[in-house]
Structure formats: C-alpha cells, structure tokens
C-alpha cells in the first residue's frame, strides 16, 4: 500500500484494508502530535470525543472521509496532492477485503484476524490440537468444521471451509508471507477425518514444505506440553507502524496482544518449541514414517 509520510512522501507496499486501517491511524496520532493537539481537542473538532480519536488512531474503527479531512486541516496538512493521496488510501481503507462475503459467518474478532494475516510478512504459529489452518487440505478443514460428520454439512459448514482456502492463498502470491508452524506430535496421530483423509493431510504437508515458504517443526511426545500452555500464532509486518501480534482464540472469542511484554513472552516460548522440536529435515522424515505406518 501506499504509506504517506506527514511531508507528503510516499511509498509503495501491498496490504488489505484492515493493515492499512490501522497505518493511517498511526499517521493520524504523529500529525496530531506534532502540532501538540489533545486527543479531547481534535475530538471536539469532528464533532466526537477523545475515546473516538483514540479508536481512530488505533485503527480500531473505519475512517470517515469527511472526518479525515477535518483532522488533516487542523493538523496543518494544506498540501493538495497529500491530502488527496491521504483521503485516496481513507477510501481504500473501507473498501471490504475479499472476506466481505463470508462476514454472516464470521464474528468481528475473527475478520480483523483474517484482515492483519493477508497484511502479515511472517507467520509463526504453534498448534497443539490440529494443523494450522493455512495448511489444512478440504476434506481435513472440513471433517473439523462439521465436528466429524462431513456428509451432514450443510451450506454453511461448507462456506466456513470454502474461507478457509481462500485465506491459504496467501501462501503462493509473488508477496507470501514466510510461514513458520510448530505442531505437537500427537496432531499427526489424531485420526480427523479417518485414515485416508490424515493421510491427504501428511502428503500435503510433504508437499508445501518442499516447495512453499513454509517452516515445519514437530515436537516429539517426549518433550510436549512443556513450553506452551495452548496454540497461538504470532503475526509480523514488514511496515513499521504495525505492530507485532499475538492472537489467542478461544470458544467464545479471540485476544489480540501487542504490548511488549506480552510480545516477548510469546517469541521467547515460540524460541523454546523450536529448539525443542525436531529439526525441519527431521520432521519431514517424521511425516514419512508416520505416512508408511499408516
């Protein structure tokens, strides 16, 4: 996406609208910033308040133009072409990423996962039940999303597995994020879809390890269970005004976590699962043995 520094500049990155959301929102605070202006002044000054701002700046609302333009003016931004651009990306922002049609299916927390992912430059996750979904086959995702009974999914279990590929496309764009998955061996041994569908599911990790950016790792029933608690993925982005993201899912919702303590927790245990782990050759040849003994 384009990124509009406070002078004007520009330069050009790929993203979704929700990455970009949250790159004007940051842009927004540093002019404001910089002309010293209170969160509870700018507020007032669109007709809003200071928590309005503060959702604003932190990306967690949609940019209304009109707003934007007011805040721009205030901040001194009186150059033409600077606005434009700015209000040209305000409008991309709230453009509906390609995910808009499965939104009935989706809650809001899960649409700004699948928003920050596509925007994502590395992916580290570690599983502990299931294999990551950006590298689960159709007949795996789907024994999963119809809890074991794929011949009575309906329209709407099969939406929810249709989402699940379309996100694993991320994976073979020119611009792929690097894709680092930890899981715990007892995954591989967990019959999801019976024999001949766990079986789709090792050549299929055979195969993306081979040719797609992607990292596999597996920890050995010895060792598991001892550096991490439960699964998480933690999302990294190349454009500096985006934070790096933990996300927790959980039955009733999901966490998102970016403080800095909180961040180095996470990579330190994500450090510990791959040292603890078998190397990535090692893993290919445990998916090997466990393809021959099935």
Do not use: C
């Amino acid at each position: 996406m384009a990124i509009v520094d406070p002078d004007g500049s520009s330069a050009d990155r790929d993203s979704g609208p929700t990455a970009l959301r949250i790159v004007l929102g940051s842009q927004l605070r540093r002019l404001r910033e910089a002309v010293e202006i209170s969160r509870a002044d700018a507020g007032y000054a669109i007709r809003g308040s200071e928590s309005k701002i503060s959702r604003m700046e932190l990306g967690r609302v949609g940019l209304k133009e009109r707003d934007v333009s007011d805040l721009l003016t205030m901040y001194g931004m009186t150059d033409e072409d600077a606005r434009d651009k700015f209000l040209a990306m305000v409008r991309r922002s709230n453009e509906p990423g390609w995910w808009h049609r499965y939104t009935d299916l989706m809650p809001d927390w899960f649409q700004d996962y699948v928003g920050l992912e596509e925007a994502a430059t590395r992916i580290l996750t570690y599983e502990a039940q299931f294999v990551p979904g950006l590298l689960q086959t159709e007949d795996y995702a789907m024994a999963i999303a119809s809890h074991g009974r794929p011949e009575l999914a309906g329209p709407a279990v099969k939406r929810r597995v249709s989402l699940r590929m379309q996100r694993q496309r991320i994976m073979s764009r020119p611009s792929a994020p690097r894709l680092w998955a930890v899981i715990d061996e007892s995954v591989l041994h967990r019959p999801i879809g019976g024999r001949q569908v766990l079986l789709d599911q090792i050549e299929h990790l055979l195969s993306v390890t081979a040719i797609a950016p992607v990292t596999l790792q597996i920890v050995p029933y010895p060792l598991s269970g001892y550096a991490a608690e439960g699964s998480f993925t933690m999302l990294r982005f190349g454009e500096p005004d985006l934070p790096d993201i933990v996300y927790l899912e959980h039955l009733a919702g999901a966490l998102y976590l970016d403080k800095l303590e909180e961040l180095e927790i996470y990579s330190r245990v994500f450090d510990r699962l791959t040292v603890d782990a078998e190397t990535p050759d090692r893993s290919r040849q445990m998916l090997m043995k466990i393809r021959a003994d099935l």
